[in-house]
C-alpha cells in the first residue's frame, strides 16, 4: 500500500515529479504540506500536525479534510505524526515530499527518520530525491548523474554495485562513512545490499522528467 507525506519545506514542482508520481492509496498533509496538495494535484485525505503554520483560509478549501490537531508542545515532530498515521493507515511504503531548504535541525531531523526500524522509504525536496535501498534495487538514472550514498541504521552496510564508475563493492560502511559525488554511467544502475541499508541522493534534474 502506497502511502503520500505532504510536509513544509520546499517541494518539487509538479513538473519535476513527472515519472516519479505513484498511485497514491492514502494522502496524509502534516500542517503547511497542505500548500502543496493544489501545485500537485493531490487532495489530502486527513491532515495532522499542530497547525501552527498552516492558514484556517487554505483549510476551507479542503472541507472533508480530515483534521488531527496535537499541541505544539509534543515530543513528535509534525513529520513523525504524519509518518505513524500513514502506518495506521496500513501503508508500507512511504513516499515524504517537502522538507527542502529551511533550518538545519529540519533537515537532519528528517535524514534522522531513515535510521529508525521502520523509517520511509522516499523524501523528495526541491531539487533531491532521497531513496532508501535495504534490498536489490535496479534505479533507473541518465548517464553522467552524479550519486552520493550514505549507510543509515546501526548495521555496517555491504553491497555489490553495477553501472557505477566508483564501485561500492568491498566496503564496510559504518555510521560516519559515505560516498558522495560518484557518477552514474548508463540509464541505470543496480545496487544490491549483502547487509545493512543505504539512502541514495541525487538531484532533480531535466533528464529525470524525460
Known amino acids: 500500500m502506497e502511502g503520500c507525506l505532504l510536509i513544509g519545506g520546499k517541494a518539487p514542482s509538479k513538473k519535476d515529479m513527472e515519472g516519479l508520481f505513484r498511485p ?35 483549510l476551507e478549501q479542503y472541507p472533508d479534510l480530515i483534521q488531527h490537531r496535537h499541541k505544539r508542545d509534543k515530543d513528535e515532530t509534525d513529520t513523525e505524526l504524519g509518518i505513524d498515521l500513514l502506518r495506521d493507515r496500513g501503508a508500507d511504503t512511504i513516499h515524504v515530499i517537502g522538507g527542502g531548504g529551511g533550518r538545519l535541525d529540519h533537515l537532519y531531523a528528517i535524514i534522522s527518520l531513515f535510521h529508525r526500524d521502520n523509517p520511509p522509504d522516499h523524501w523528495y525536496t526541491h531539487r533531491e530525491h532521497i531513496s532508501l535501498i ?26 555489490s554495485t553495477e553501472g557505477l564508475k566508483w564501485p561500492l563493492d568491498r566496503l564496510s560502511w559504518k555510521p560516519g562513512d559515505f560516498g558522495i559525488s560518484n557518477i552514474a554511467l548508463d540509464d541505470h544502475i543496480e545496487i544490491k545490499m549483502k547487509s545493512g541499508r543505504l539512502i541514495m541522493i541525487y538531484d532533480l534534474g531535466p533528464e529525470d522528467r524525460q
Not at 39 to 53: A, H, T, W
Not at 145 to 150: D, P, T, V, W
Open 24 to 58: 497514491w492509496d492514502v494522502v496524509v498533509a502534516a500542517d503547511s504540506g497542505l500548500s502543496h496538495a493544489a501545485s500537485l494535484g493531490l487532495y489530502p485525505d486527513e491532515i495532522i500536525g499542530d497547525f501552527d503554520s498552516v492558514s484556517p483560509e487554505l
Open 134 to 159: 535495504s534490498g536489490t534495487a535496479d534505479i533507473k538514472t541518465v548517464p553522467g548523474r552524479r550519486l552520493s550514498f550514505f549507510p543509515v541504521g546501526m548495521q555496517t552496510a555491504e553491497m
